[in-house]
């Protein structure tokens, strides 16, 4: 069975101090892992897929990276407009769902 | 672009009262359609997909019913709702399989 678990629960970062979130998985043949921000009380907004080890893509203060069994999500020099849940999913390459992790609740204090 | 509607962003309902949740996509032509369900504490969980008019999979055994009745257009519906009902209902649509899924803004809905 597919298992995605994050961490840490919830960080609460100042402004600027830069920091990673952790995505660790096990899924049996992985098609893509994404990255999505949540706000409170609206649906997740987009933020990145990577489909191989080695993969990395950035926007803004955030970077993802993929290896054999975890991504990570780094912040740098975060601001406020920061703060957010944010999920990461795997997807099966032979299914449609979605598959994700509880979240990492992050707040970023001026 | 693409824009993808739900309504009604929040629903009271109370035990045993039936329940329809529409979800529109604009901007993009046989979309696979997907809902999903936020409960407090957990993952988000698929309930149902389609890639096509009136072809639905459910993932998870339930109390829900899916339809598609037009190919932009996906409804989630209950004759009964249960308690367990309770949650935040999403809808996301994708060009194709294993393509990045764009989720809608949800409806929360209250079961009491």
């Known amino acids: 069975e597919d298992q995605v678990t994050q961490s840490p629960e919830a960080l609460r970062l100042q402004e600027g101090e830069s920091s990673s979130l952790n995505c660790s998985y096990t899924?049996?043949?992985?098609?893509?892992l994404f990255w999505y921000r949540q706000d409170p009380g609206k649906g997740p907004e987009f933020l990145f897929t990577l489909y191989s080890a080695g993969e990395e893509k950035e926007k803004e203060r955030l970077k993802a990276t993929l290896t054999k069994k975890e991504s990570f999500l780094h912040i740098t020099a975060p601001k406020p407009e920061d703060s957010a849940t944010y999920l990461c999913a795997v997807q099966r390459a032979s299914g449609y769902a979605l598959n994700f992790g509880k979240g990492t609740s992050l707040l970023v204090t001026p | 672009s693409q824009t993808i509607h739900q309504w009604p962003a929040t629903l009271v309902q109370p035990v045993g009262s039936p329940l329809s949740l529409e979800c529109t996509v604009e901007?993009?032509?046989?979309?696979?359609l997907y809902w999903y369900r936020q409960a407090a504490g957990r993952g988000l969980q698929l309930l149902f997909y389609?890639?096509?008019?009136?072809?639905i999979s459910s993932e998870v055994p339930q109390n829900l019913s899916a339809s598609r009745p037009q190919d932009r257009q996906f409804i989630l519906s209950s004759k009964k709702l249960l308690l367990s009902d309770s949650g935040f209902y999403l809808c996301a649509w994708s060009v194709g399989s294993g393509e990045t899924q764009y989720f809608g803004p949800g409806t929360r809905l209250l079961v009491l």
């Open positions: 389609s890639v096509g008019i009136g072809q």
């Open positions: 901007g993009t032509s046989n979309p696979n």
């Open positions: 899924v049996s043949g992985l098609r893509g």
